[in-house]
């Protein structure tokens, strides 16, 4: 009888976690900025019908970085979780906060007792009156959460646009400034992304009910320009 080859927990685990990580690394990345009139989401993306960010609910925003395919099931997964607790109780009590618990807990399971990882990072977002109350969850490819303040940047590169964030950052910033900051530093030392190179939404704090709209086409022209 022959044995099984042994490898210890550990290095599964890191090899899994190095797996996810590089092939996450491949795509383009997405920052999200708490500004003045909502909360931004700015993601390097030239395709016109491949999205990265979606409303999830009424105040809630979905983005992401990866594998497409990966994260569009788990956005859908999302919105249909939303749309059942807010037809069965309430419309207030669909929160960002329980549906990154929900990813976190899909996600962990998955890189813990599948053989392949998902290759993702995810972001949930809730605006609210004023923009110390938003909520920003940056969720993982193993599970982990992290409640981010202000701003949150995902992807390979996330790092080094965090810290140019942390450097320019203004919360009390117009749309056109916080645009204008996620472009560059999307840009990193190759300067400034193009409109034709970004994907562009907002959860826009002064809408009523539905929040989240696309800034596209002239409108995308102008902020930018």
């Known amino acids: 009888m022959t044995m099984p080859f042994y490898v210890s927990p550990e290095q599964v685990m890191k090899d899994r976690a190095e797996y996810a990580r590089k092939n996450i690394a491949r795509g383009r990345d997405l920052v999200a900025l708490c500004c003045a009139p909502g909360i931004l ?7 016109k019908t491949l999205s990265k960010t979606s409303e999830i609910y009424d105040k809630i925003a979905f983005a ?18 939303a749309d059942m607790k807010g037809f069965s109780y309430s419309r207030e009590d669909v929160s960002a906060r329980e549906i990154a618990n929900a990813y976190a807990q899909t996600l962990g399971q998955v890189f813990t007792h599948e053989m392949k990882p998902y290759e993702v990072e995810l972001l949930v977002c809730e605006v609210a009156e004023s923009v110390d109350k938003d909520e920003l969850y ?21 790092e080094s646009i965090t810290e140019a964030l942390k450097a320019e950052y203004d919360a009390q910033a117009d749309l056109a400034t916080c645009l204008k900051l996620g472009a560059k530093v999307l840009g990193g030392s190759k300067g400034a992304l193009e409109p034709s190179q970004l994907e562009v939404a907002i959860l826009d704090r002064t809408r009523p009910r539905r929040r989240f709209r696309r800034i596209r086409n002239s409108e995308l022209d102008s902020l930018l320009s």
Do not use: C, T, W
């Open 41 to 47: 989401l700015v993601a390097d993306n030239p395709s």
């Open 64 to 81: 992401a970085v990866g594998k497409y395919n990966e994260f569009q099931m788990l956005k859908v997964a999302g919105i249909r979780s």
């Open 138 to 158: 940056h969720i993982f490819y193993d599970g982990v959460v992290m409640d981010e303040q202000d701003f949150s940047a995902i992807g390979g590169n996330s």
